[in-house]
């Protein structure tokens, strides 16, 4: 089982960009799900995360105000809303889901039941 993560792209600092993350083999509604990051040199860390079902976000603090996390049942999607772009904020980005019914959002990032490739994002200043 793979999730797929798309939307990145080139970007110049300011700008805006949505990612999705999708599942063909799983309903996302039953999974915590988190956007993570990593970029050259750095280890990866966690960006957003959405409880399951209708659950409730956290992001870390040096996006909050400027990336939004979502969930489209009906699409089976999640999407990252990044506005505000920083030249920091370049990384590959990835999701990642967790099983679990609790709507306050768990994401950690060592225990996660499933990956997607993840998705290049560079923003320019």
């Known amino acids: 089982v793979q999730l797929q993560a798309s939307g990145g792209g080139l970007v110049q600092a300011g700008g805006s960009l949505r990612l999705s993350c999708s599942a063909s083999?799983?309903?996302?509604?039953?999974?915590?799900i988190g956007w993570f990051r990593q970029a050259p040199g750095k280890e990866r860390e966690g960006v957003s995360c959405?409880?399951?079902?209708?659950?409730?976000?956290n992001h870390v603090d040096s996006v909050k105000g400027r990336f939004t996390i979502s969930r489209d049942n009906a699409k089976n999607t999640v999407f990252l809303q990044m506005n505000g772009l920083r030249p920091e904020d370049t990384a590959v980005y990835y999701c990642?889901?967790?099983?679990?019914?609790?709507?306050?959002?768990?994401?950690?990032?060592?225990?996660?039941?499933?990956w997607g490739k993840g998705t290049q994002v560079t923003v320019s200043s």
């Open positions: 990642a889901a967790k099983a679990g019914l609790y709507s306050d959002p768990r994401c950690p990032l060592y225990d996660m039941d499933y």
């Open positions: 083999e799983l309903t996302l509604d039953y999974y915590h």
């Open positions: 959405i409880g399951s079902n209708a659950g409730s976000t």
